[in-house]
């Protein structure tokens, strides 16, 4: 006893519409004429201030172990 198997029938879908056009990526676009800045960008380092205790908030500890 032979028995055939039936294949199912897909329907066919139709073809999807075209996306719409999107607006330029921000990342994409050319980078802008340079200015002048605003401010220096100097930063001056100070010696001899006490460490934080408790840290500021949003500031992370990070401790790396020392190369031999």
Known sequence: MSQ???VP???QQPA???APEAP???WARQAAAQQPR???RERK???GLP???PLPP???LVRRHRQP
Do not use: F, M, Q
């Open 51 to 53: 460490d934080w205790e």
């Open 45 to 47: 380092l100070v010696d």
């Open 9 to 11: 029938r897909i329907p």
């Open 16 to 18: 999807p519409e075209p």
């Open 24 to 26: 330029p990526s921000p």
């Open 58 to 60: 949003g500031e992370i």
């Open 38 to 40: 605003a401010t220096k």
């Open 4 to 6: 055939s198997r039936r």
